[in-house]
T-cell receptor, first 112, second 114 residues
Framework: NAGVTQTPKFQVLKTGQSMTLQCAQDMNHEYMSWYRQDPGMGLRLIHYSVGAGITDQGEVPNGYNVSRSTTEDFPLRLLSAAPSQTSVYFC???????????FGPGTRLTVL | QQQVKQSPQSLIVQKGGISIINCAYENTAFDYFPWYQQFPGKGPALLIAIRPDVSEKKEGRFTISFNKSAKQFSLHIMDSQPGDSATYFCAAIWRAGTASKLTFGTGTRLQVTL
């Protein structure tokens, strides 16, 4: 199993550009989520999904869009990138309420 | 608003010493408390977790102590090793409709010196 994979590993954008961060998992987990990690703030939940076709907002959803058309994939779209979105983004998946949440290796995004 | 408060921000411990990281929460809806370990350039990985009906859980050199009445919990790393140098996050899970949400503390950067 590859676990949770994320692409790209690094990305530099200009303000106003849009892009999609890719996330895929091969563990057949129904629950997937996106976090951003900023210094001194821990990880904050952006969006999550409890299954294909079902998504919901987390703590910091503004400026981001998600969809879940398959169990395996959960892309995160930045609609119009802003410098405040410079961060490290992590995708995660799990199955079951108390089960371990597995994180991907992250995407480091810089918005100029 | 940080729902889980974590301290200290950074910690330096000598090899063989005990590392202690503390967390506090207000939301009584939290019903599961995991700790994550993160090495530079990697995603967080689950280290150990506890339910609030248990006061202590031990796995090898790692122990969680949980005080439900004080709404506090802590991670103790016994016989700390240089390989334990990482950032540690406490977290809490609560039920949100059909989903569970995970909220993190701000992290503690641990450095274990020789």
């Amino acid at each position: 199993n590859a676990g949770v994979t994320q692409t790209p590993k690094f990305q530099v954008l200009k303000t106003g550009q849009s892009m999609t961060l890719q996330c895929a998992q091969d563990m057949n987990h129904e629950y997937m989520s996106w976090y951003r990690q900023d210094p001194g703030m821990g990880l904050r939940l952006i969006h999550y999904s409890v299954g294909a076709g079902i998504t919901d907002q987390g703590e910091v959803p503004n400026g981001y869009n998600v969809s879940r058309s398959t169990t395996e994939d959960f892309p995160l779209r930045l609609l119009s990138a802003a410098p405040s979105q410079t961060s490290v983004y992590f995708c995660a998946s799990k199955t079951g309420y108390y089960n371990e949440q597995f994180f991907g290796p992250g995407t480091r995004l810089t918005v100029l | 608003q940080q729902q889980v408060k974590q301290s200290p921000q950074s910690l330096i411990v000598q090899k063989g010493g005990i590392s202690i990281i503390n967390c506090a929460y207000e939301n009584t809806a939290f019903d599961y408390f995991p700790w994550y370990q993160q090495f530079p350039g990697k995603g967080p990985a689950l280290l150990i977790a506890i339910r609030p009906d248990v006061s202590e859980k031990k796995e090898g050199r790692f122990t969680i102590s949980f005080n439900k009445s004080a709404k506090q919990f802590s991670l103790h790393i016994m016989d700390s090793q240089p390989g334990d140098s990482a950032t540690y996050f406490c977290a809490a899970i609560w039920r949100a409709g059909t989903a569970s949400k995970l909220t993190f503390g701000t992290g503690t950067r641990l450095q274990v010196t020789l």
